[in-house]
């Protein structure tokens, strides 16, 4: 059987967005027989969605600790470098869209005679010496390049594929020879264990990596406030990375200052791993969210979600649904000097959520 290599040192999100393909390929390779390059926050996913598939880690970090990022980076991978040339897989994928230095030397040491790569996103930075660079990794190892897509609708603010997950169609399709359909490869996640109280509780997950995609915790606050009382959730979970604690904990007091009744059911809870996060959006009744890895991960999963979106890379990562559930609140900016969520009126977002909440379960 043959054997396929994936390279997709990721973040979190962006490794979501990218299981249907992973999915499509343990159907035609045989889960077995598959090989999946992550950062190593990732693992548990790669174990939990694709347990038979094999897995090496790249601990790659973004910032620097005493050495230069690049230097340190090699030394941290250079175990995981002497696995990866001593395999020879039949294919080798990259959904990696944006490959530095280092990850391209890494994905090019699998030995193979079919790569397939999408061009290179940072070649855009204007540096001659990365052109240069990747120009010499294609005339020697002589992938399949596919060319980057563009993003279309999304620049008026309408729903369509985010260009990440049509380079990974385009991808998948020249390595399947064939035209793959985008329902093929829409991100698709599954829990491996239940949590109790399934189906009662809501999640809130308010914060980003990045701040200037937040929401503003008090109107949170006055959404929450705003619902009748049997319209509000029996119990309330905030989530978020163990980095994200304390303002969790902040957030969750405000709740209990201004709605007692619901801050009593209210709780913080930071999931041990990614799994387990994934598990614990799978059972909620409702996602609340801002554009970030729990949006991709409860659309993934199809609960009722409400996304309020920054347009931060609108037509890249977002937006995108896999059913009438979810639901993605665009904001409309009449300036550079207003905030991103100083357009979305809180009518019109109990408005949706209140649309998404009296839909019956679709199809399946």
Known sequence: MARCFIFKPDGIGDFFLSTGV?????????????????????????????????????????????????????????????????????????????RD???????????SRRRFVSENLLLGNGRPVRRWTEAMFI?????????????DGHAKREMGLPTELEANRLLVSSLLKRDVNVEEILPKLFPVKKIGG????????????????????????????????????????LTGSAGQASRLEGFRALIHSVMPELGNSTRVAIPPSLQDFIDLLAGAECVLTIDTAASHAAIALDRRTLVLFSGQHSGMFAPWVSSPWQHWMFSSK??????????????????????ILGLKAPDR
Request: glycine share 4%; hydrophobic share 45%; charged share 20%.
């Open 22 to 98: 992973i999915r499509l390929l343990a159907g035609e390779f045989g889960e077995e027989n598959l090989t999946v390059a992550v950062l190593p926050a990732l693992r548990s996913v790669v174990t939990g969605q694709f347990p038979k598939a094999s897995v090496v880690l790249l601990p790659m970090e973004k910032k620097r600790v005493i050495l230069n990022v690049f230097v340190a980076n090699c030394l941290r991978c250079f175990p995981s470098w002497l696995k990866l040339i001593k395999m020879r897989p039949d294919d080798v994928i990259c959904l990696r869209h944006m």
């Open 101 to 111: 230095y280092l990850q391209n030397v890494l994905f090019y040491s699998v030995r």
């Open 139 to 151: 005339s020697i190892f002589s992938p399949t390049v596919i060319r980057y897509p563009k993003a």
């Open 198 to 237: 399934e189906g009662a509780f809501w999640i809130c997950a308010p914060f980003s990596s990045d701040p200037g995609k937040d929401f503003p915790t008090e109107r949170w606050v006055e959404l929450l406030a705003s619902l009748k009382p049997n319209e509000r959730p029996k119990e309330l979970i």
């Open 334 to 355: 009449s300036s550079h000097e207003d905030a991103w969520h100083a357009s979305l009126g809180n009518a019109a977002i109990l408005a949706a959520l209140r649309t």
